[in-house]
């Protein structure tokens, strides 16, 4: 597996992706990935329609994208091959869950409150999983309101802290880092630089985490301007973590490509060698 290509961050239909799990491992193996990671938010939904449909050649490792904060800022962690019978992570991430719904819910009633022709049953028929503002993003397209998932995505819609945007359960994230790890799953640090997205956590978080038993910084991802990634790669040199790449693919909600960026197969390896609750298939 030496040039193998390698990418750890995806969503489907399990949570705000388009791309349905057994449909998300055939476009990996046709797009010539030797092993994808299914990250969907907060879930494991998606864990067996994808193993199911495994194409021969195709690794892949079962994972989630956990909603986090460290000192009131939002982030996202990336867990690999934890247990999923593991009671206390499936109730937090049940948590989770269940606050989307509120939350979702109570942006749809500020939009109608305001005259915004979106529904929350129009929202509920395009979430198949975890409920995610991408769902409330194309309610808002399919009514003609905004242009794209994209546009949706500003202070004047559902962008962070926008007009229109709630907010929901998050845990904190050394704690969620204790949860996976007790579940025999390793972790990485979603998008860390995502600066576009709201504001980010500073080094000192970066630390903590590091402490708690991260694993590993994702580096490589498509909202990181090269200087971002050159000094990311500089913190995780710092607190020996690994470095990985993904695309974090939601398949038509975002533009990015399966594959366009990718993690070494030496990270690869040395990252699930740390991993005792799930096997990777
Ligand atoms: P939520 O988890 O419900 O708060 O929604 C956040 C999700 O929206 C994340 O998965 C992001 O990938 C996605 N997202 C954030 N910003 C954008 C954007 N500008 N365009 C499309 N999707 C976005
Ligand atoms: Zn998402
Ligand atoms: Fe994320
Ligand atoms: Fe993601």
């Not at 247990?83 to 869950?97: I, V």
């Not at 640090?189 to 956590?201: L, M, S, Y």
Request: charged content about 20%.
């Amino acid at each position: 597996m030496s040039r193998a290509r390698i990418d750890l961050h995806t969503h489907t239909t399990a949570s705000d992706g388009t791309t349905p799990p057994e449909v998300l491992v055939r476009e990996a193996a046709e797009a010539g990935l030797d092993a994808i990671a299914l990250t969907d938010h907060d879930t494991v939904a998606g864990w067996d329609r994808a193993a199911d449909a495994l194409p021969p050649g195709l690794s892949l490792v079962r994972g989630a994208e956990i909603s986090c904060a460290r000192n009131g800022i939002s982030l996202h962690l990336l867990a690999y091959l934890f247990d999923p019978t593991s009671t206390p992570l499936m109730d937090r991430m049940t948590e989770l869950r269940e606050s989307r719904v509120r939350r979702a819910e109570q942006m749809v009633r500020m939009l109608v409150a305001d005259g915004v022709p979106v529904s929350w049953e129009q929202v509920r028929e395009l979430a198949d999983g975890t409920v995610g503002r991408p769902h409330v993003a194309q309610a808002l397209v399919e009514s003609g309101v905004v242009s794209s998932v994209a546009e949706a995505f500003t202070p004047e819609w559902i962008g962070s802290h926008g007009r229109y945007w709630g907010h929901r359960l998050e845990i904190d994230v050394v704690e969620m880092i204790g949860l996976v790890r007790d579940a025999g799953g390793v972790t990485v640090f979603a998008h860390p630089g995502a600066a576009a997205r709201g504001r980010v956590v500073g080094d000192a978080v970066i630390a903590d985490m590091a402490a708690a038993g991260l694993a590993g910084l994702e580096v490589d991802h498509p909202d990181h301007p090269p200087e971002t990634r050159a000094r990311l790669r500089g913190l995780a040199a710092q607190h020996s973590l690994l470095v990985t790449g993904a695309s974090d693919f939601h398949g038509r909600n975002k533009t990015v490509r399966l594959g366009e960026h990718l993690t070494s197969s030496d990270v690869f390896e040395e990252l699930l060698s740390g991993a005792s609750g799930s096997v990777v298939l």
